[in-house]
């Protein structure tokens, strides 16, 4: 029997990861200055390239951690056996 997957785990992992990216990307990709005369700066956003950046980021850590554990994968085999797949802190399985 298979032990069941801490889906919270393995999301809140991912989100983490995607509002860390938000954070890095914001003033380097959201914020853009340029000269608008007169010696003057102006800021152009784009925030909607960091939410896509952020959503990629998302869906790859997400992919990343069911890849990576041992119940999502599909090399995974069911021996029978009750105790825990090597890796089954990092994959959210719980006992």
Known sequence: MRPPVAWAVILKDALLAAVVAILLALPLVGLQTY??????????????WVALGAAAVFAGRLAWRCASCP??????TDTGSR???????RCGLVD
Do not use: K, Y
Not at 71 to 76: D, H, R, W
Not at 83 to 89: I, T
């Open 35 to 48: 000269d608008i005369g007169g010696g003057a700066l102006g800021i152009r956003t784009h925030f909607d």
């Open 71 to 76: 119940v999502l994968s599909s090399v995974a």
């Open 83 to 89: 105790s825990s797949p090597s890796g089954a802190g």
